[in-house]
């Protein structure tokens, strides 16, 4: 938000309304935008210039200074949120910026967002490695497109590969080139609390560095029990904690790449089993707040079908809503997949059109405002 800049012969009446409607106000102060505008006409009908528009209006008729700034903010507000497009947007957007006014909801940051950062997308880093580890581009393509095969991909991949050479080049490949910019920096002031991810690098611990909110601490999803009760604790207590559920790189011991570190995190039957590490701690996460998932892809991975499992056991009654801001696929089938994903999960989807990713950035600068 700019910095609000008081005029010194403003009133404290007018001191205590500056920047309250400012994008309105820049609107109607623009003399090249004719959307709104406050004219002053003489009695022969020659207009006076004003010097400040918006300070006329704002003390000429301050009800319809209000009404005609909130109708301004909400055709702003609707626009973001693509309501003509997806008319549930605008009540599941309200709701979740209620629950994060209250505290209660936690950010579930995925991959996406480090591309709004300026790291590689995933899947595309992913299949730039295929012709290095003698794979055909295009079946690990339909694999990831069609059937959200990431966990299988990503071992094909490293067993081809050899672990060693997979995470050579991966921490240099994944650090932001030059300054960090992107949406991922709205997140400090708005969760400025604790944080999971599924992200191996270090792209959120530099953004809440970068604005002044660093994290005391960060633990992993298979790290010991005392530091998993650490993250817990200090969801209720305001600490900035990061989890990042999947490990580091360089930690073989917490990590979970490949088939076996997910079968070890997960179990090795193809069922989800909440006495294994992972499970467990997300079932006790995901039953107590409300997670709003960013830059998350949502395919059938093991993790959405964790959440798939708690909601099934559970029931939806018993658990809080939980939200996701999400690229609609143009593909109907595929939307229609998500969509039977999302409702099995509990989780409400904010849609943007395909592609439009700089809608996430608009829709959280809306949930600050």
Not at 97 to 123: H, N
Not at 132 to 143: K, N, P, Q
């Amino acid at each position: 938000m700019p910095s609000l800049k008081f005029d010194p012969e403003a009133t404290v009446e007018e001191i205590a309304g500056i920047g309250r409607h400012a994008a309105f106000d820049s609107v109607v102060d623009d003399k090249d935008d004719d959307a709104i505008q406050v004219v002053c006409k003489r009695a022969d009908g020659t207009e006076i210039p004003l010097a400040n528009p918006a300070r006329a209006f704002y003390f000429g008729d301050r009800i319809l200074y209000t009404e005609e700034a909130r109708r301004y903010d909400l055709g702003g507000k609707q626009r973001t949120l693509n309501t003509d497009t997806f008319p549930r947007n605008e009540r599941r957007f309200d709701e979740l910026k209620r629950a994060c006014q209250r505290g209660f909801v936690i950010p579930f940051v995925g991959a996406g967002m480090s591309k709004s950062a300026g790291c590689p997308e995933w899947k595309e880093y992913l299949l730039n490695l295929c012709p290095e580890a003698g794979l055909d581009e295009a079946t690990m393509r339909h694999r990831l497109e069609d059937h959200g095969a990431y966990e299988g991909v990503m071992h094909d991949l490293v067993t081809n590969l050899g672990e060693a050479r997979f995470n050579l080049d991966f921490e240099r490949d994944f650090t932001p080139p030059g300054d960090l910019a992107g949406a991922v920096l709205r997140l400090p002031d708005l969760f400025d609390n604790c944080v999971i991810t599924t992200n191996f690098d270090r792209v959120l611990e530099m953004a809440y560095e970068k604005c002044g909110k660093a994290f005391v601490e960060k633990t992993t999803g298979r790290a010991p029990a005392g530091s998993i009760n650490a993250f817990y604790r200090a969801i209720p207590a305001g600490d900035r904690h990061l989890l990042k559920l999947h490990g580091n790189l360089n930690n073989a011991a917490e990590r979970v790449l490949n088939r076996g570190e997910y079968d070890s995190a997960y179990g090795n039957d193809g069922n989800i089993h909440f006495d294994f590490p992972l499970p467990k701690l997300l079932r006790r996460l995901y039953t107590s707040f409300s997670f709003l998932f960013l830059g998350c892809s949502l395919s059938y991975d093991r993790t959405i079908q964790s959440f798939a499992k708690i909601a099934q056991d559970m029931g939806a009654d018993s658990l809080p809503h939980h939200y996701a801001i999400l690229a609609s696929p143009s593909d109907t089938a595929k939307k229609a997949n998500l969509e039977q994903r999302l409702a099995d999960a509990h989780i409400s989807a904010i849609w943007f059109p395909e592609g439009e990713y700089q809608h996430i950035e608009a829709m959280l600068e809306l949930l600050s405002v």
